[in-house]
């Protein structure tokens, strides 16, 4: 596996593949990998010839008070854990290769509604920040499909609506959430927790799931929602929010049958996300 951090050798290595014919697959993180990302690869390994990779702290997505600075940086491991899953190229630029002009100057790529409320809603501008550098980074690589985790549910429906509306020529595949035995979901700022707090963390999917049985049981929403609240606060949790919305996130209504679940908390100072999808009851 080649590492680029370069444009200029990025688009040569591309146009090899191109010039054999060969499908690409990308696969677009922020490093620090762990299972959930290599289940992308894998993914991207059964829908291309070839996976192209990236690594990319984006400095747009990230808020004034986030922990941008402090996000870990493990390129080393990265490039091994990458190699062993068969990706063919790693692409990881400097943040100067990807905004010359530096952020105030940079075109932006916004998509109204759908990067509203949930994490749109805590983190404003996070999803403007996504949708430019995916838009960027589609871009630059011009794969035929890109894979993205179902744990970012809300980046995930950005980024379709995104492709969709601007008639981009890319295939976007959702991957499953990849878990600990535990349940809690994999994630790059599950590092941040200690041991208490990780010992805590399940929580989140566990309240998730009992939520899910009880609506899929027919119980009432606001008080179901209620009670996940409490639950959240009794393991140690400050919500941000906890939500259902039918599966493309819009509001549900008596018609939904297919929801979904999500939720952001924070444990400390650690925000985490997970989501779980259901089908409500006639
Ligand atoms: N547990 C997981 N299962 C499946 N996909 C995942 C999982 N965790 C991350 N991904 C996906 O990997 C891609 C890169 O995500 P990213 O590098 O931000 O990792 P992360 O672990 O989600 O980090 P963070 O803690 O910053 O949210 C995204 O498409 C994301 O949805
Ligand atoms: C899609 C992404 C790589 C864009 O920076 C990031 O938001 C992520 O890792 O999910
Ligand atoms: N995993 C989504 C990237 C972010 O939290 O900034």
Do not use: W
């Not at 063919?88 to 790529?109: I, K, M, S």
């Not at 959702?174 to 200690?194: H, K, T």
């Not at 929602?225 to 949790?237: S, T, V």
């Amino acid at each position: 596996m080649r590492t680029l951090r370069e444009i200029p050798l990025l688009r040569e290595a591309l146009d090899e593949f191109r010039q054999r014919g060969q499908r690409i697959a990308l696969v677009p993180t922020m490093g620090n990998l762990h299972e959930g990302h290599l289940a992308l690869v894998a993914e991207a390994r059964r829908r291309g010839d070839v996976v192209v990779a990236t690594i990319f702290v984006n400095p747009l997505q990230f808020g004034a008070n986030e922990d941008l600075d402090a996000y870990p940086r493990t390129l080393a491991d990265d490039q091994a854990k990458l190699e062993a899953a068969g990706a063919d190229l790693l692409f990881a630029p400097e943040t100067t290769a990807v905004y010359p002009r530096g952020l105030a100057a940079q075109t932006r790529v916004c998509v109204p509604e759908v990067s509203e409320g949930l994490c749109g809603g805590d983190r404003p501008g996070h999803f403007d920040g996504v949708a430019t550098i995916v838009t960027m980074l589609f871009n630059l690589v011009q794969p035929d499909v890109a894979c993205f985790g179902e744990k970012d549910y809300q980046q995930l429906a950005v980024i379709r609506r995104m492709v969709n509306d601007l008639h981009l020529p890319v295939e976007i595949v959702g991957v499953p959430i990849v878990r600990a035995e535990d349940g809690l979901a994999l994630s790059s700022r599950n590092g941040y927790l200690d041991a208490a707090q990780r010992d805590a963390a399940p929580s989140l999917y566990h309240t998730l799931c009992t939520l899910r049985d009880a609506l899929e049981a027919g119980d009432e929403v606001a008080p179901a929602l209620d009670d996940g609240l409490a639950r959240l606060r009794e393991a140690g949790f400050t919500p941000d929010y906890l939500e259902l919305r039918d599966a493309d996130l819009g509001a549900v209504t008596a018609t939904t049958r297919d929801a979904v679940l999500l939720a952001a908390a924070r444990l400390g100072p650690t925000r985490l996300i997970d989501n779980l999808s259901l089908t409500l009851p006639r």
